[in-house]
């Protein structure tokens, strides 16, 4: 197949690097790839060494005629049999230029929860466009909301987990020092993106229920968590010296590998986490919620744990299991770990992809 990307790649390597690597598998595999992105990222670089083309193009915003134009060139001098368009400004832009190459199926890449409606104009500009053939969701959480609100065929619309591989994700544990604990703590530890849906303030709430776990250190990493009312739960929660606002961290993976457990309190709106991937990679257990596809990542008692959403108590109790047996932690991280290995490779994403294409095609 001849398979066109349309994407973003000026994110950091870790966030871009499961996307990528999976076109790179393609290319291996025995396919052509073209990957349309910004000429100044990074990983066009990689890219190149792979044997994929890169245009040098992105829009400026969701109808940008110059990029249309330069598509519409492209796509009318080489037949491609695949044009995959990623986000919110790729999606509009590629859907359109495809217009009039019949022989040319459109795919869309859907990442979240939430936020696709019928009754809103906008939303026919990306993924219920009449000229998209398909949808790949990156969770069966994401998929079933998605099948509710597009009028194409739904056997059309898919779940394909992101890929990874364990090498990206080794790195050394930061001397503990370094962030003001002691050797002795067990971490908890919570990354995230300083908005309501991310429900800091449910695992804030559970600190109250345990103060009395004297090693326990709660680190909260990502912007803006440090909000007034954040601050407040932290200090009533009685533990307010042992939770950590850490703020913005370019070490993340090397935080994330002296933790002891990683907590995804959220409460709406996710997709698929990807630093509950991170953690199971690193053999890190997990508390996760119910929402978006988080659940899917694990099994619930066995490679991590799984709780309702804004259920600060069973954040707590599953905080307190974790708490009471170093070896009960090791062993569940080991378990996550293998389930990366077994059912998350990049190869495994690739060659689903490829199926998925393969079967538009057929259409």
């Known amino acids: 197949m001849n398979i066109l990307i ?111 409606y019928r009754h809103d104009p906008s939303a026919y500009l990306t993924h219920l466009h009449p000229r998209v053939n398909g949808i790949s969701c990156v969770a069966q959480a994401v998929t079933d909301d998605v099948q509710k609100r597009v009028w194409m065929n739904k056997d059309n619309i898919v779940t394909i987990y992101k890929g990874h591989d364990l090498a990206w994700y080794q790195a050394q544990a930061i001397p503990r020092s370094k962030i ?85 309190p959220s409460v709406s709106g996710e997709g698929l986490p990807k630093t509950i991937i991170e953690a199971m990679a690193m053999a890190v257990p997990s508390i996760v919620t119910t929402t978006g596809g988080g659940k899917e990542l694990l099994i619930d008692g066995e490679s991590g744990y799984i709780v309702p959403v804004n259920d600060s108590t069973a954040i707590a109790d599953k905080i307190r299991l974790l708490c009471d047996s170093n070896e009960a932690r090791k062993k569940m991280g080991l378990l996550a770990q293998q389930r990366v290995i077994n059912n998350f490779s990049v190869q495994r994403t690739a060659h689903q992809h490829l199926e998925f294409f393969q079967s538009l095609l057929q259409q």
């Open 6 to 116: 349309f994407s973003s790649y000026k994110d950091t390597w870790n966030s871009v690097r499961p996307e990528a690597e999976m076109f790179i598998e393609m290319v291996k595999l025995g396919h052509t790839v073209t990957v349309m992105t910004q000429g100044s990222a990074e990983y066009v670089s990689r890219f190149k060494e792979s044997g994929i083309k890169v245009i040098d193009c992105y829009p400026t915003k969701k109808v940008c005629c110059k990029t249309i134009k330069t598509l519409r060139e492209e796509l009318a001098s080489t037949h491609y049999d695949i044009v995959y368009a990623m986000n919110s400004k790729t999606i509009p832009n590629a859907a359109f230029a495809c217009i009039g190459f019949k022989k040319t199926k459109m795919v869309t890449y859907r990442g979240t929860v939430g936020g696709l």
């Open 180 to 264: 003001n604990l002691p050797e002795d703590a067990i971490v908890a530890t919570c990354i995230a993106n300083a908005r309501p849906s991310k429900g800091v303030h449910v695992l804030l709430e559970s600190a109250s229920q345990l103060f009395d776990l004297e090693k326990l250190h709660i680190l909260l990493i990502g912007r803006d968590m440090d909000t007034d009312a954040n601050l407040a739960l932290a200090k009533a929660s009685g533990m307010e010296q042992r939770i950590h606002f850490l703020g913005y961290r370019k070490d993340v993976p090397e935080i994330l590998a002296t933790s002891d457990m990683q907590i995804q």
